[in-house]
């Protein structure tokens, strides 16, 4: 019976379980077939997200590209412009002698010409006085050839040395007009300015309380600071101002800025000071070598040693009669590779006599400045050129070379030009006042202006007192006045301007 009853149980109950662990199966494979779906679905989402992370990188990677290729091509652009402009500036340049050697072919081919008619005429005269004499009498063909030749040579020799001295003087003429217009243009393209010194600095203060600091107890700070130094500090009432006093301008220049930089700082004591005086000395060592650097790159030289790029820069720290001394010697530098590419020499070596003519002046020995220049230029393998131009450039010995006379000229103009020096400012001022004056003089003038440095005036007339054919008759003879009256180097332009107004009132 208990049989029969299990058995019929399990009969009834595995279908159940069957029919359970079915459903059980089937939930467990939807489970995983969503959590299957899910995982496509990341990463479809994943796969989309890295795509556009691909394209955004892809995109960004041709930008830079293509800023990379249009920044190259810019500065391709660039140097095709630059080459073009030096092929320019060549051109003019090769035009321009072009220019000068088809005067002095024309100049040649009219002498060559004269000499032919001369050659004719005596020619000429020869046979026309074989004939004369030969008919007045009965001399022998050389008897009258002799005669003829000795009268042809005397007559001739007069003439020819006429022509001859009146062909020299057109060509030195010439020549000296050419030479007017090189210099003149070498001074006009160069544009450096000149800086004056003088043998004191000045340093503010934040209040006079400073001064006490920089004096320190019992002076001991000011005596550490002058000794480390090698200058003086005047110390005095003036407010707020402390003075700095040596005729090394390199010493004076360490100076201010160890003291600005005390001052900044506040604490002054005799340790700071060394401090600060070391840390000014290696900031001023610093900035004559970057301007030595500067002036070499400026002036178009290369090569120079170290030693003579620091003493280049020293002369930063130079002057001469007001006159910054690298200042003008960039100014000569430029002055002479400009003559000497228009005359056709080493513009290069001229450069780089007149950059290093006065490089003595850096060196703090005694004796002349050429001499030192010249011995330091031979110690660092500098060029005779070089050397002979350092040495000629005050005429202490002769110039061997055309750079030299270059430079020597060079040196001339750059400290004789209105403005360089204190002495010739003052001397260029009255000449302007006096050309004012002159033009001033005449009747009829309302306003004149001396302009161009002093190379041109311009004259504004009244027009109900001057019409225009008396204007230009004007401008003559304020010219021949000028000349007259003034010494001036090259010349000077004159225009008289006469303007006509109509004015009316609207009331």
């Not at 203060?205 to 107890?217: E, N, T």
């Not at 006159?323 to 002479?336: G, R, T, Y």
Request: one cysteine or more; proline letters at 2%; aromatic letters at 4%.
């Amino acid at each position: 019976m208990w049989s029969l009853i299990i058995s019929l149980l399990l009969w009834v109950s595995l279908p159940i379980a069957i029919y359970y662990i079915y459903q059980k199966t089937i939930k467990r494979a939807k489970e995983k077939e969503r959590k299957a779906e899910e995982l496509l679905e990341e990463a479809r989402k994943k796969a989309d997200s890295l795509k556009r992370e691909a394209l955004l990188e892809a995109k960004e990677e041709a930008h830079r590209f293509k800023s990379e290729i249009e920044q190259s091509l810019q500065q391709q652009r660039r140097e095709l412009s630059k080459r073009e402009n030096r092929l320019l500036q060549e051109q003019e340049r090769l035009e321009r002698r072009i220019e000068a050697l088809d005067r002095r072919e024309k100049q040649i081919a009219a002498r060559e010409k004269l000499i032919e008619e001369l050659q004719a005429k005596a020619e000429q005269l020869v046979k026309q006085q074989k004939e004369e004499l030969e008919r007045i009498a009965n001399l022998s063909p050389e008897e009258a050839r002799e005669i003829i030749l000795k009268r042809t040579e005397e007559e001739l020799a007069q003439e020819i040395a006429q022509r001859v001295a009146e062909a020299e003087k057109r060509i030195k003429e010439l020549s000296e007009a050419r030479a007017r217009e090189i210099i003149a243009g070498a001074i006009q393209k160069c544009a450096v300015d000149m800086a004056q010194e003088i043998t004191v600095t000045t340093v503010s203060l934040p209040s006079d309380d400073v001064k006490g600091k920089i004096i320190g107890r019992e002076g001991r700070n000011i005596r550490t600071f002058e000794s480390l130094t090698g200058v003086d500090l005047l110390i005095d009432d003036t407010p707020e101002v402390v003075v700095i006093s040596s005729f090394d301008p390199v010493r004076r220049e360490i100076a201010r800025i160890a003291l600005e930089k005390l001052i900044i700082d506040g604490r002054i004591h005799p340790a700071k000071i060394e401090e600060m005086v070391a840390k000014a000395r290696r900031e001023v060592e610093d900035e004559i070598i970057r301007a030595g650097e500067e002036a070499m790159e400026k002036a178009k030289v290369m090569g120079l040693h170290p030693e003579m790029i620091r003493l280049l820069g020293r002369l930063k720290y130079r002057t001469s009669y007001g006159q910054n001394v690298l200042a003008h010697s960039l100014e000569v530098a430029f002055i002479a590779g400009q003559m000497a590419e228009e005359l056709g020499v080493n513009a290069n070596i001229a450069r780089r006599a007149g950059l290093l003519h006065d490089i003595g002046k850096a060196i703090d020995e005694e004796g002349s400045h050429t001499q030192l220049g010249a011995r330091v230029a031979r110690r660092y393998g500098e060029r005779d050129e070089v050397i002979n131009a350092i040495l000629s450039h005050h005429g202490e010995e002769e110039p061997r070379y055309i750079e030299s006379v270059l430079v020597q000229a060079a040196d001339a103009l750059s400290a004789a030009r209105p403005g360089a020096r204190r002495e010739m400012l003052e001397a260029y001022l009255r000449r302007l006042e006096q050309l004012e004056k002159i033009v001033s003089s005449f009747p009829g003038i309302e306003r004149s202006f001396a302009i161009q440095a002093g190379r041109e005036v311009r004259v504004i007339v009244k027009p109900e007192e001057v019409d225009d054919a008396q204007a230009a008759v004007l401008a003559r003879e304020i010219a021949k006045r000028i000349e007259q009256e003034m010494e001036y180097p090259g010349q000077i332009k004159v225009v008289v301007i006469r303007e006509k107004r109509a004015i009316e009132y609207a009331k």
